[in-house]
């Protein structure tokens, strides 16, 4: 199952998951490392210069205050200058097309465009036109590529410390994702990160919430979280949207919570190794309880931190490699 | 490399002549420095790092005073890495690491082969953005020539000027299982 | 004047004439088919195949209302390079085709700027909004050929009723668009893997099964005469093909990518693979084609639904549904279903001219003497790769462009007249 990382980063954009070989996920994740250790340093200046002089513009058409934040402390401790767009202060609400906006932005000679929006494909329509690196912070419901490669990280991380081998994969790590996975572009961009590496998952939610021939992503399918956490490793809490509720595709939060809800009493079905992940932010006490959020078994945080030394890796391959030459 | 030629090498310095030279590099690190209290050493990953672990246990040898030593991986500072045949700085190298401060103090830079002299500017600001040392002192074991930045060492081993068909390989017991330094010359038939 | 189109292969459904004929046209009309015939024109159709102009039942020409996208005179030149002489031009124009008013418009617009035949069909219900039926005797009287309100579905059953009852008495009949639009709502591509893959809300097939299958059994309660729109699903062929079996008056027509294509093609997120009823999976395309084998399904039309660049130029969920198809139908009928062998040549002309025709009762669809010399010539082998700069539509929203198709029109004539001929 081993692969060899490629030595190269040829892309130019980074979309989604599913573009990306098994390789290349390595490649971003062995290159983090650098990054985690430069956010951790006891010097006064976190910071590298591989971005200097350059621009990133952090373009964001869904509120969003983490992974905006994470971007952007990303690309200022890689010294690149960095800007950012709302919706409100974009010009699409007046009617302006992505691609004209993206023009302006670039006649101002902008190099890597950080975009958040809620339609799916939105990036890679952009990227196929423009020039600038295009990183997908999230698409609709479809894909959020550096989300799902700081949560590998973050599991291959965890593997590695808590047992001998510094080496370890997730071949054959057993992960289960809890919660609204149609909805969610964290649930898909993991499911492709995680089957590309090696990993066994398995979705769980409402009915409603699980998408259709789901199963073919390769991931095993349940409504019984008992049957998904059984032997899991890691479990991953997705969010529940509280406007889901009204649409009736489950008939009321306090059900979901006795039925999917991530807290002490559930985890009893999961072993006792097993740790919890969650995208953030938590609604806490809805699909993971306030003790499990907080509790040692969590890597919440982790992921935080983990996540701007994923955005460094991969500001610097898309921005630092030759793929606009090749 | 190309395998097509013949390549020449010869001895530039066997483990006994290594021996020798850092420990007259290791004197003049000592004399070079009154205040040796205030001396740490950073060693440039891969090679650079157990040379410093070397020097700091010879200075220990003669004045009981050992200077704590640490590893510098530059290649978040270099230059020139988007003109390199890849921007991967997938760690398989090793990573900077060290547990002291350098506000104040020498920082003693320790690497093997100084050439370009652009490593040692990356390494000079990697280090600027850590602390702001009293003095930066930089020492090599080889010079071969070819420098691109005003820079030079204080603690020299040995000056090999090499041509465009020279290049020096440097081997270490740490890293390599054995010390020596060969001269390789390529011959055209 | 006469011209003689000869040495070509003449297919006639309606009169059973498939064979080497010669083809008269005198004054605008068929005059005769047979051997050695004279003329003073002669037009040289060796290798081709000589047929009715193409009767295309199900277009868009936008006009009131979206002339940036098309117009009555655009569209028919795109007709004209598609080999298609008579359209039906559906009533979501803006304002809707509603009153006579405005159906006597188009058809002044057609007379004044169209090179083919431009027939309307008006509105099903006042402003298509499915409350209140049209004045459709009115409507028939102004030279309306059916009533539609194609683009949505008429939600209330009850409403649904009372224009098939009237529609019926007045002898249109009734252009169906059959979906729920409540399953539908907020979906952008069908339901499945690929919307799975690519984080889309879906359409699940069974939005236009349920609805098929209720103006079917609302149609049969009234007795009128419903034709349903663009089927693209194999349940729906199958309700289809149950209501003739216990003798429905139903009809029903598909489309060429809904035999041509399935929902991979949305997978790079192109918008010009997107319509609406979406494309759908591989049993389905199998299904359509047995429909159309085994005549249960109607007719070809092709839901000629132009949009500008930058309208499709956007993110997927936005952009419009509906893609162009008058220049490519024949082209892609050959290659999808006469070259792999599903149908003969003898029956894809049926599904593409006289199928149509028989729909909407219109006088068109075969070369009978004396009927309007509306004549397709085209070359059944000739390969042509689709390209955006030759479409004569206003609009270019194919997912066809850049692929090469067998099958190609040589010349188009519309009563008695050359229209288009191939470079």
């Given at each position: 199952?081993?692969?060899?990382?490629?030595?190269?980063?040829?892309?130019?954009?980074?979309?989604?998951?599913?573009?990306?070989?098994?390789?290349?996920?390595?490649?971003?994740?062995?290159?983090?490392?650098?990054?985690?250790?430069?956010?951790?340093?006891?010097?006064?200046?976190?910071?590298?210069?591989?971005?200097?002089?350059?621009?990133?513009?952090?373009?964001?058409?869904?509120?969003?205050?983490?992974?905006?934040?994470?971007?952007?402390?990303?690309?200022?401790?890689?010294?690149?200058?960095?800007?950012?767009?709302?919706?409100?202060?974009?010009?699409?609400?007046?009617?302006?097309?992505?691609?004209?906006?993206?023009?302006?932005?670039?006649?101002?000679?902008?190099?890597?465009?950080?975009?958040?929006?809620?339609?799916?494909?939105?990036?890679?329509?952009?990227?196929?036109?423009?020039?600038?690196?295009?990183?997908?912070?999230?698409?609709?419901?479809?894909?959020?590529?550096?989300?799902?490669?700081?949560?590998?990280?973050?599991?291959?991380?965890?593997?590695?410390?808590?047992?001998?081998?510094?080496?370890?994969?997730?071949?054959?790590?057993?992960?289960?994702?809890?919660?609204?996975?149609?909805?969610?572009?964290?649930?898909?961009?993991?499911?492709?990160?995680?089957?590309?590496?090696?990993?066994?998952?398995?979705?769980?939610?409402?009915?409603?919430?699980?998408?259709?021939?789901?199963?073919?992503?390769?991931?095993?399918?349940?409504?019984?979280?008992?049957?998904?956490?059984?032997?899991?490793?890691?479990?991953?809490?997705?969010?529940?949207?509280?406007?889901?509720?009204?649409?009736?595709?489950?008939?009321?939060?306090?059900?979901?919570?006795?039925?999917?809800?991530?807290?002490?009493?559930?985890?009893?079905?999961?072993?006792?190794?097993?740790?919890?992940?969650?995208?953030?932010?938590?609604?806490?006490?809805?699909?993971?309880?306030?003790?499990?959020?907080?509790?040692?078994?969590?890597?919440?945080?982790?992921?935080?931190?983990?996540?701007?030394?994923?955005?460094?890796?991969?500001?610097?391959?898309?921005?630092?490699?030759?793929?606009?030459?090749? | 490399?190309?395998?097509?030629?013949?390549?020449?090498?010869?001895?530039?310095?066997?483990?006994?002549?290594?021996?020798?030279?850092?420990?007259?590099?290791?004197?003049?690190?000592?004399?070079?420095?009154?205040?040796?209290?205030?001396?740490?050493?950073?060693?440039?990953?891969?090679?650079?790092?157990?040379?410093?672990?070397?020097?700091?246990?010879?200075?220990?040898?003669?004045?009981?005073?050992?200077?704590?030593?640490?590893?510098?991986?530059?290649?978040?500072?270099?230059?020139?890495?988007?003109?390199?045949?890849?921007?991967?700085?997938?760690?398989?190298?090793?990573?900077?690491?060290?547990?002291?401060?350098?506000?104040?103090?020498?920082?003693?830079?320790?690497?093997?082969?100084?050439?370009?002299?652009?490593?040692?500017?990356?390494?000079?600001?990697?280090?600027?953005?850590?602390?702001?040392?009293?003095?930066?002192?930089?020492?090599?074991?080889?010079?071969?020539?070819?420098?691109?930045?005003?820079?030079?060492?204080?603690?020299?081993?040995?000056?090999?000027?090499?041509?465009?068909?020279?290049?020096?390989?440097?081997?270490?017991?740490?890293?390599?299982?054995?010390?020596?330094?060969?001269?390789?010359?390529?011959?055209?038939? | 004047?006469?011209?003689?189109?000869?040495?070509?292969?003449?297919?006639?459904?309606?009169?059973?004439?498939?064979?080497?004929?010669?083809?008269?046209?005198?004054?605008?009309?068929?005059?005769?088919?047979?051997?050695?015939?004279?003329?003073?024109?002669?037009?040289?159709?060796?290798?081709?195949?000589?047929?009715?102009?193409?009767?295309?039942?199900?277009?868009?020409?936008?006009?009131?209302?979206?002339?940036?996208?098309?117009?009555?005179?655009?569209?028919?030149?795109?007709?004209?390079?598609?080999?298609?002489?008579?359209?039906?031009?559906?009533?979501?124009?803006?304002?809707?085709?509603?009153?006579?008013?405005?159906?006597?418009?188009?058809?002044?617009?057609?007379?004044?700027?169209?090179?083919?035949?431009?027939?309307?069909?008006?509105?099903?219900?006042?402003?298509?909004?499915?409350?209140?039926?049209?004045?459709?005797?009115?409507?028939?009287?102004?030279?309306?050929?059916?009533?539609?309100?194609?683009?949505?579905?008429?939600?209330?059953?009850?409403?649904?009723?009372?224009?098939?009852?009237?529609?019926?008495?007045?002898?249109?009949?009734?252009?169906?668009?059959?979906?729920?639009?409540?399953?539908?709502?907020?979906?952008?591509?069908?339901?499945?893997?690929?919307?799975?893959?690519?984080?889309?809300?879906?359409?699940?097939?069974?939005?236009?099964?349920?609805?098929?299958?209720?103006?079917?059994?609302?149609?049969?309660?009234?007795?009128?005469?419903?034709?349903?729109?663009?089927?693209?699903?194999?349940?729906?062929?199958?309700?289809?093909?149950?209501?003739?079996?216990?003798?429905?008056?139903?009809?029903?027509?598909?489309?060429?990518?809904?035999?041509?294509?399935?929902?991979?093609?949305?997978?790079?997120?192109?918008?010009?693979?997107?319509?609406?009823?979406?494309?759908?999976?591989?049993?389905?395309?199998?299904?359509?084609?047995?429909?159309?084998?085994?005549?249960?399904?109607?007719?070809?039309?092709?839901?000629?639904?132009?949009?500008?660049?930058?309208?499709?130029?956007?993110?997927?969920?936005?952009?419009?549904?509906?893609?162009?198809?008058?220049?490519?139908?024949?082209?892609?009928?050959?290659?999808?279903?006469?070259?792999?062998?599903?149908?003969?040549l003898e029956k894809a002309v049926e599904l593409l001219c006289l199928g149509g025709a028989q729909v909407c009762n219109l006088d068109a669809g075969t070369l009978t003497p004396g009927a309007c010399a509306d004549v397709a010539v085209f070359d059944p082998q000739e390969e042509w790769t689709v390209l955006s700069e030759d479409f004569a539509s206003r609009s270019t929203n194919s997912p066809f462009i850049d692929q090469t198709l067998k099958g190609r029109v040589r010349h188009t004539i519309c009563k008695g007249k050359i229209i288009y001929s191939a470079p």
């Amino acid at each position: 199952m081993e692969q060899a990382a490629p030595t190269f980063w040829t892309k130019k954009d980074l979309i989604g998951i599913r573009e990306l070989s098994r390789g290349e996920i390595e490649l971003i994740l062995d290159t983090a490392p650098q990054f985690l250790a430069v956010s951790k340093r006891i010097s006064r200046i976190k910071r590298v210069p591989l971005l200097q002089g350059r621009l990133v513009v952090n373009w964001f058409h869904e509120p969003s205050t983490r992974t905006r934040t994470s971007f952007e402390l990303a690309a200022k401790r890689l010294s690149a200058d960095t800007l950012s767009m709302t919706a409100s202060s974009s010009s699409h609400v007046k009617g302006e097309t992505l691609h004209d906006t993206l023009a302006n932005i670039e006649a101002m000679h902008a190099d890597i465009i950080v975009l958040r929006h809620s339609c799916a494909g939105a990036p890679h329509m952009l990227a196929a036109d423009h020039s600038s690196h295009i990183i997908n912070a999230g698409d609709g419901r479809h894909e959020h590529p550096t989300q799902a490669l700081l949560d590998a990280f973050t599991m291959r991380l965890a593997l590695r410390e808590n047992s001998a081998n510094k080496d370890a994969t997730l071949d054959g790590v057993n992960v289960a994702l809890i919660g609204d996975v149609e909805h969610s572009r964290v649930a898909r961009s993991n499911i492709f990160a995680l089957t590309k590496l090696g990993a066994k998952v398995t979705v769980c939610g409402p009915v409603a919430l699980l998408p259709a021939q789901v199963e073919k992503l390769g991931v095993r399918a349940t409504t019984s979280l008992k049957e998904a956490l059984c032997d899991a490793d890691f479990i991953y809490a997705l969010r529940i949207q509280r406007e889901r509720q009204g649409k009736g595709l489950f008939p009321s939060l306090r059900e979901y919570v006795k039925l999917f809800r991530i807290d002490r009493d559930s985890l009893r079905f999961a072993p006792d190794h097993a740790l919890v992940l969650h995208p953030g932010p938590i609604n806490r006490d809805l699909e993971l309880s306030t003790e499990i959020a907080d509790g040692s078994r969590s890597l919440v945080l982790q992921q935080v931190t983990n996540g701007v030394a994923i955005r460094m890796a991969v500001m610097h391959l898309l921005a630092n490699s030759q793929s606009r030459q090749l | 490399m190309d395998r097509n030629n013949d390549v020449e090498s010869t001895v530039v310095m066997d483990a006994s002549a290594m021996a020798a030279t850092l420990n007259s590099m290791a004197m003049a690190v000592v004399n070079g420095n009154p205040e040796l209290e205030s001396l740490v050493l950073l060693g440039i990953l891969r090679r650079g790092e157990p040379l410093a672990k070397r020097l700091s246990a010879l200075i220990e040898q003669t004045t009981g005073i050992a200077p704590p030593v640490g590893a510098l991986s530059t290649t978040l500072y270099r230059d020139d890495l988007h003109a390199r045949s890849s921007a991967n700085v997938a760690s398989r190298s090793g990573e900077t690491y060290f547990d002291f401060s350098l506000e104040g103090r020498t920082v003693l830079l320790v690497d093997d082969v100084i050439s370009a002299g652009r490593t040692i500017r990356a390494a000079m600001g990697e280090i600027m953005d850590y602390g702001r040392p009293k003095r930066i002192q930089l020492a090599c074991l080889i010079d071969r020539g070819g420098r691109e930045l005003p820079i030079q060492a204080d603690y020299l081993g040995y000056i090999v000027h090499t041509t465009a068909d020279e290049w020096i390989s440097v081997q270490l017991q740490e890293v390599d299982g054995e010390d020596l330094i060969l001269l390789h010359e390529r011959c055209d038939k | 004047m006469s011209l003689l189109i000869k040495n070509g292969q003449i297919i006639d459904p309606a009169n059973k004439i498939s064979g080497l004929f010669d083809l008269l046209i005198e004054d605008g009309k068929i005059k005769e088919i047979g051997k050695e015939l004279q003329g003073d024109d002669i037009l040289d159709a060796t290798g081709c195949i000589v047929s009715p102009g193409l009767v295309d039942i199900h277009c868009h020409f936008r006009e009131p209302g979206f002339e940036s996208k098309e117009t009555i005179a655009t569209g028919s030149q795109a007709a004209a390079r598609g080999g298609v002489t008579t359209v039906v031009t559906m009533a979501n124009t803006n304002p809707p085709i509603d009153n006579a008013g405005l159906v006597e418009l188009v058809i002044r617009r057609a007379r004044e700027e169209a090179c083919i035949q431009v027939c309307p069909a008006a509105c099903a219900t006042k402003d298509m909004h499915g409350s209140e039926i049209t004045e459709m005797a009115d409507l028939k009287a102004a030279g309306a050929v059916a009533v539609t309100d194609d683009g949505k579905d008429i939600s209330s059953s009850l409403v649904m009723r009372h224009a098939l009852d009237y529609a019926g008495m007045v002898g249109l009949p009734f252009l169906s668009h059959s979906e729920d639009e409540t399953l539908a709502a907020g979906g952008a591509m069908n339901e499945g893997y690929c919307a799975t893959l690519m984080g889309l809300p879906g359409i699940p097939k069974v939005a236009e099964d349920i609805r098929t299958d209720r103006n079917i059994r609302l149609a049969e309660l009234t007795g009128a005469h419903i034709h349903i729109q663009h089927v693209s699903t194999a349940a729906s062929v199958e309700i289809i093909r149950l209501a003739k079996k216990r003798g429905a008056r139903v009809t029903a027509e598909s489309a060429p990518h809904y035999f041509s294509l399935t929902d991979e093609a949305t997978l790079n997120f192109n918008t010009n693979a997107k319509m609406n009823p979406p494309l759908r999976e591989q049993e389905d395309v199998e299904a359509i084609i047995e429909g159309l084998k085994d005549g249960t399904l109607d007719c070809i039309a092709t839901d000629h639904a132009p949009h500008t660049q930058t309208e499709k130029r956007v993110e997927f969920q936005m952009a419009p549904f509906g893609i162009t198809g008058l220049e490519t139908s024949l082209a892609l009928t050959m290659t999808y279903l006469v070259h792999p062998g599903h149908v003969s040549l003898e029956k894809a002309v049926e599904l593409l001219c006289l199928g149509g025709a028989q729909v909407c009762n219109l006088d068109a669809g075969t070369l009978t003497p004396g009927a309007c010399a509306d004549v397709a010539v085209f070359d059944p082998q000739e390969e042509w790769t689709v390209l955006s700069e030759d479409f004569a539509s206003r609009s270019t929203n194919s997912p066809f462009i850049d692929q090469t198709l067998k099958g190609r029109v040589r010349h188009t004539i519309c009563k008695g007249k050359i229209i288009y001929s191939a470079p």
